[in-house]
Nanobody, 115 residues
Framework: QVQLVESGGGLVQAGGSLRLSCVAS????????MGWFRQVPGKQRELVAA???????NYAESVKGRFTISRDNAKNTVYLQMDSLKPEDTAVYYC?????????WGKGTLVTVSS
């Protein structure tokens, strides 16, 4: 069974930084696009950033210039470096990956940014 496990969430003050990690485990052939989504209560889950296997990236407008997505294909891991955090970045962050044509989700990690 393929799983995505996130880590790195927590509480940080506005202006601070956090780094999220997500590792894929289990038996699979190929990981294609990996990404991060976030969700706050009462709102739809939204894309934060995504990166293809070849390294092409895209970001939500709200995080451009502050967040950086990267991946290590050898370690089956995707990262999200979050700098200059704002209270409105507070959310549960979910890792997402296309693995062998299936869409897999992690269970999420909570990021709380205090003002």
């Amino acid at each position: 069974q393929v799983q995505l496990v996130e880590s790195g969430g927590g509480l940080v003050q506005a202006g601070g930084s956090l780094r999220l990690s997500c590792v894929a485990s289990g038996s699979f052939f190929r990981i294609n696009t990996m990404g991060w989504f976030r969700q706050v209560p009462g709102k739809q889950r939204e894309l934060v950033a995504a990166i293809t296997r070849g390294g092409n990236m895209n970001y939500a407008e709200s995080v451009k210039g502050r967040f950086t997505i990267s991946r290590d294909n050898a370690k089956n891991t995707v990262y999200l470096q979050m700098d200059s955090l704002k209270p409105e970045d507070t959310a549960v962050y979910y890792c997402n990956a296309n693995i062998d044509a299936l869409t897999i989700w992690g269970k999420g990690t909570l990021v709380t940014v205090s003002s």
